[in-house]
């Protein structure tokens, strides 16, 4: 996605493709030689690619472990960076991003590319102005189909996999097929489950749409309850956000097979008003309905889901205005830690009173443990960015 939305971009080049999978690098590279007619150069280690004078962006599109600590290492580097969601893979992990963002005065766009949808920006626009009345609650969901991966047991890791730069921040472990290839998604160590995979989107439109941010209290109750496989994380999860200051509230919910839909949409939002409701389908689409009887209302959709996102990126980077960026790094901690809370009341099967202002859990150090992870040297995310 990364490299076709760029390739559609005047003026920017890709230059060079980085994986520490070598067979995955070489499929890249040979699908872009076949499409755009000219070499890319490949390469595993990301260090080295930040070395270079002569790039100046990078785009991270590695596994949620990983997103954090590239980003903060190309910032220092003196590089922009587009990374994809969620930005983090715990809390502490976003505040450290848009702590090396200021501080090396970097453009840092998070890849939440609703955002950046004219039909998206026109429906959070009637949500600012009360087309729907006063907005109390909107509702994330994410309905998509997960099947079983099955059992995969330890073994060798293979020649054209660097298993330890794969690793990266997290603690050394045996390698396994239940780890690779979007399989990481779904245990602790590397991923977040789906409410931080696909759901980062949907996160990212609540806080958005209802105009918050942290939320002070969380509850989450869900499950495994399809398959006997590898999974760890939740195939099914209900997460509700409270906000008592606002007088707002956040329902998520998490469905991984056969279901039916709500208000039209499997992956999107609900808004909720005094005066009637708005559905946000995928990427692009939005519908309001008025009144008790849901009279038809304003509604828009259409539009490339990815480009335009790219676009407002490469925009800011030319121009150095940080404060024209659609998804600044503030949604990659925002909208990411959102679903870090949600995924830390399921594991510990409680309410959660959390302090937004201090990022920190209230007079919980059980809870507090989750916020931040046992790094891996020299993969770390330090504490001075």
């Known amino acids: 996605t990364h490299i076709n939305a760029i390739g559609e971009i005047e003026g920017a080049d890709v230059v060079l493709l980085?994986?520490?999978d070598e067979q995955v690098l070489a499929k890249r590279a040979a699908e872009f030689e076949k499409k755009y007619g000219r070499k890319v150069e490949t390469e595993t280690d990301m260090r080295k690619v930040f070395d270079r004078d002569d790039i100046d962006v990078v785009t991270v599109a590695t596994p949620n472990h990983w997103h954090s600590l590239a980003t903060i290492w190309a910032c220092q580097a003196g590089k922009d960076v587009?990374?994809?969601?969620?930005?983090?893979?715990?809390?502490?992990?976003?505040?450290?991003?848009?702590?090396a963002a200021k501080k090396y005065k970097r453009i840092v766009q998070h890849g939440v590319q609703l955002r950046s949808q004219p039909a998206i920006q026109e429906g959070v626009e009637h949500l600012r102005k009360g087309t729907i009345g006063d907005v109390y609650m909107a509702r994330g969901l994410v309905f998509r189909w997960r099947p079983s991966i099955g059992h995969k047991p330890d073994e060798k890791a293979p020649?054209?996999?660097d298993w330890n730069l794969w690793q990266g921040p997290a603690q050394e472990t045996n390698f396994s097929q239940r780890y690779v290839h979007y399989?990481?998604?779904?245990?602790?160590d590397y991923g977040n489950g789906d409410v931080g995979n696909q759901g980062v989107h949907e996160t990212d439109m609540c806080l958005w749409g209802l105009d918050v941010k942290l939320p002070s209290q969380i509850t989450a109750m869900g499950g495994k309850f399809l398959w006997d496989d590898d999974k760890v994380t939740p195939e099914v999860l209900s997460t509700n956000y409270f906000y008592p200051e606002e007088n707002k509230m956040i329902q998520f919910e998490v469905r991984p097979w056969i279901t039916n839909e709500e208000g039209g949409a499997s992956v999107g939002n609900i808004f909720y008003g005094s005066e009637g409701y708005m559905v946000v389908k995928g990427y692009n689409s939005y519908e309001i309905f008025l009144g008790r009887k849901g009279e038809p209302g304003p509604k828009n959709s259409g539009g490339d889901p990815v480009v335009p996102h790219f676009t407002n990126f490469l925009n800011a980077v030319r121009s150095r205005k940080a404060e024209t960026l659609n998804g600044p790094v503030e949604t990659a901690h925002t909208s990411s830690g959102i679903a870090h809370l949600g995924n830390i009341a399921f594991r510990l099967g409680r309410q959660l009173n959390f302090d937004p202002k201090t990022e920190q859990f209230v007079n919980d150090a059980e809870a507090d443990q989750y916020l931040t992870r046992e790094y891996r040297e020299p993969f770390v995310v330090p504490n001075e960015v």
Do not use: Q
């Open 18 to 20: 980085c994986d520490p």
């Open 82 to 99: 587009y990374v994809e969601k969620p930005g983090s893979h715990n809390l502490f992990e976003g505040r450290k991003m848009i702590e």
């Open 159 to 161: 020649a054209y996999l």
């Open 183 to 188: 399989n990481w998604h779904w245990t602790w």
